[in-house]
C-alpha cells in the first residue's frame, strides 16, 4: 500500500528565504507523483508532477521539485519565499496497483514572514 | 472560464436534514472525484465516477451517496448529516486517472447545526 509522509506540518520562512517542503513516499512500484498547494478556502491547485524521465521538475509560480527514487523523497523547493507563497502544500502519489487514485500527504502549512 | 463549479460555496443544514451538493465541469473529463476534507486535514476520497461507474471507497460511510446524470455533473448526497459530517467538499476531475491532472473545484464548506 502507498503512504505519502509530510515532514513538518508547518514550515516558516521569511520573505526572500528558501522554501523546502519534505515529502517522502512508500510504494511498491516508481508512482507518480504531485504537489498542490490550496488557499484559505480554495481547492487545490496543481503546482507539479512528475511521471517518468528528467526527476528535476519545474512548475508553476517558482516552484521545484526533485524525485530521488533511492531516497523515496519528492522535495518541493523555491529559491526565495514570496507573500503570495503562504498556503498549505499537499504531496500526493498516485499507483496503479492502488487504482490509480491520489493518495494525499497531511500537508503542510508554509508561512512567509516579512 | 470556470472549469469546475461547486454549489453552493457555504451550506448550512440541520442535523439529519439530507442536504445535497452539487458539481459542475466544463472540461469533458471522464473522471469525476468527491473529497471530504475536515479542518487542518488532507483531503480524503468518497469515491469517484469513471463515466458512468461508480467506485466506492471502502471507508466511505453509507450516509453519502452520488450521482452523475451526464458527463458534466455530479452530486453530493449525505442523508442523514451528523455534526462529524462538518467539513470542507471538494469536487475534482480528470480527463483519465494515474498520471493525468486533477482539476479541483473551489468546495463546498458545509455546517450542521
Known amino acids: 500500500a502507498q503512504s505519502v509522509t509530510q515532514l513538518g506540518s508547518h514550515v516558516s520562512v521569511s520573505e526572500g528565504a528558501l522554501v523546502l517542503l519534505r515529502c517522502n513516499y512508500s510504494s511498491s512500484v516508481p508512482p507518480y507523483l504531485f504537489w498542490y498547494v490550496q488557499y484559505p478556502n480554495q481547492g487545490l491547485q496543481l503546482l507539479l508532477k512528475?511521471?517518468?524521465?528528467?526527476?528535476l521538475v519545474k512548475g508553476i509560480n517558482g516552484f521545484e521539485a526533485e524525485f530521488k527514487k533511492s531516497e523515496t523523497s519528492f522535495h518541493l523547493t523555491k529559491p526565495s519565499a514570496h507573500m503570495s507563497d503562504a498556503a498549505e502544500y499537499f504531496c500526493a502519489v498516485s499507483e496503479k496497483n492502488a487504482g490509480n487514485m491520489l493518495t494525499f500527504g497531511g500537508g503542510t502549512r508554509l508561512m512567509v514572514k516579512p | 472560464d470556470a472549469m469546475v463549479i461547486q454549489n453552493p460555496r457555504y451550506q448550512v443544514t440541520q442535523f439529519g436534514k439530507p442536504v445535497t451538493l452539487s458539481c459542475s465541469q466544463t472540461l469533458n473529463h471522464n473522471v469525476m472525484y468527491w473529497y471530504q476534507q475536515k479542518s487542518s486535514q488532507a483531503p480524503k476520497l468518497l469515491f469517484h465516477?469513471?463515466?458512468?461507474?461508480?467506485?466506492n471507497e471502502a471507508d466511505t460511510p453509507d450516509n453519502f451517496q452520488s450521482r452523475r446524470p451526464n458527463t458534466s455533473f455530479c452530486f453530493l448526497d449525505i442523508r442523514s448529516p451528523g455534526l462529524g459530517d462538518a467539513a470542507m467538499y471538494l469536487c475534482?476531475?480528470?480527463?483519465?486517472?494515474?498520471?493525468?491532472?486533477?482539476?479541483f473545484g473551489p468546495g463546498t464548506r458545509l455546517t450542521v447545526t
Open positions: 465516477y469513471y463515466d458512468k461507474d461508480f467506485n
Open positions: 475534482a476531475t480528470s480527463r483519465d486517472t494515474g498520471l493525468y491532472e486533477q482539476y
Open positions: 512528475y511521471t517518468t524521465g528528467a526527476t
